[in-house]
Each structure stands twice: as C-alpha cells, then as structure tokens.
C-alpha cells in the first residue's frame, strides 16, 4: 500500500521561505510524479505543481510561478516543495500526491498535509 | 487557461436521496475529469477518474459520467457518511484545475 508521509507543521513570517517534505514508501518512487495542492483554511483545492521522481522534470501553476520549487531526493524516496516570499494569504494546509500509476496526473495517494502558517 | 464550475455549492438532501453535482469545463477536456471527496477535517480522497472509473474501494453508489465540458456525479442513495465536500478537477493538461466544490449534508 503506497504511504506518502509529509513533515510537520510550520510558523513562518512574511517574505521568509518555508521547504516542506514528502516521503513516499511501498512504490517505486521514481516511476511516479509528486503533485502539490494547497487549501486555504476554509477554501478549495489548488494545484501548486508537480515533479517527476525519475527525471525530475517539474511543472508549476502559473499562479506560483516564480515562488516555488519542488525537487526531489531519489535515494530518500523524498520530494520538496519550497515557497518563497511568503504572504499572510500563503497560510494554508499544503498536501502532496502522487500519481495514479497509469495515470499520472490523477492524484491517486495523498500525505496528511501539512499546515503554514505565515505571521509576524 | 481552462475553468472549473460546479453547482449547486452547497445541497442538503435526506439518507436514501439521490444526489447529482454537475462539474463544467470551459473547453473541451475530453474524459480526463476526477473527482475527489473531502470528509470534514480530512484529506482529500480520489473517488472517480477518467469520468467514470470508480477508485478501488469506493462503494458503488458513486456514478460518474459526462464527457467534453459537461460532467455529473452521482450517488444513489445518500449515506450518513458522504457529507463532505466534493471536488471536480481536470487533468487533460497542465494546470490540473479544481472546481470550486459542492458542500454535501445530510
């Protein structure tokens, strides 16, 4: 059974950085692609980008285009997401998933979330 | 870019209810349509892909069809444990856009 498992929850301030973690075990990491989404307390879904584990080619929503990161540690089975400059709007639960095997871009597993919260 | 709608935002319905949630696309995407359930306080779930093929474990109550723009999501008969919100997304291509979700209580 594939397990994503995502690092803990972070207190940041505006135009810091924050890196999360997400480690995926029972699969073979690098045939799959790692998606981020985000959720705003008490809004909807919003797809942040995704890696692929075996070539690490990345692609990112326009939305955060120029903000955010992902790469991905092989040997670790481990993906990242780091976003930059963060706002007081960037205070959301950020999930990761991976792909469906067979179809990649649907987001078959999902890790607990994780929580930002950007405050001075 | 390509938008998700869904209706109604919100629908109260009784146990035993049939229940429909329409997703629409603003171009054409083809059958590369998800749906995802989120319990209160949960993750999010992967219930339906490619329109219509259930998720392993998902109870065949859940119906999925559509194709193009125009999709729906159906369950046949409401159970306590379906309130949730439920999401559309679709994924023909980069951005793999949400829906804005439809709020299900019972």
């Known amino acids: 059974q594939v397990q994503i498992v995502q690092s803990g929850p972070e207190v940041k301030e505006p135009g810091a950085s924050v890196k999360l973690s997400c480690k995926a075990s029972?699969?073979?990491?690098?045939?799959?692609?790692i998606h981020w989404v985000r959720q705003a307390p008490g809004q909807g879904l919003e797809w942040m980008g995704w890696i692929n584990g075996g070539n690490s080619d990345t692609r990112y929503s326009q939305t955060f285009q120029g903000r955010v990161t992902i790469t991905r540690d092989t040997s670790a089975s481990t993906a990242y997401m780091e976003l930059s400059s963060l706002r007081y709007e960037d205070t959301a639960v950020y999930y990761c998933?991976?792909?469906?095997?067979?179809?990649?871009?649907?987001?078959?597993?999902w890790g607990q979330g994780a929580l930002v919260t950007v405050s001075s | 870019d390509i938008q998700m709608t869904q209706s109604p935002s919100s629908l109260s319905a009784s146990v035993g209810d049939r229940v429909t949630i329409t997703c629409r696309a603003s171009q054409d995407i083809g059958n590369y349509l998800t749906w995802y359930q989120q319990k209160p306080g949960k993750v999010p779930k992967l219930l339906i892909f490619?329109?219509?093929t259930l998720q392993s474990g998902v109870p065949s109550r859940f119906r999925g069809s559509g194709s193009g723009t125009d999709f729906t999501l159906t369950i046949s008969s409401l159970q306590p444990e379906d309130v949730a919100t439920y999401y559309c997304q679709k994924y023909n291509s980069a951005p793999l856009t949400f829906g804005p979700g439809t709020k299900v209580d019972v």
């Open positions: 998933a991976s792909g469906l095997s067979g179809q990649q871009l649907v987001l078959g597993y």
């Open positions: 029972a699969y073979t990491f690098t045939k799959y692609l």
């Open positions: 490619a329109t219509s």
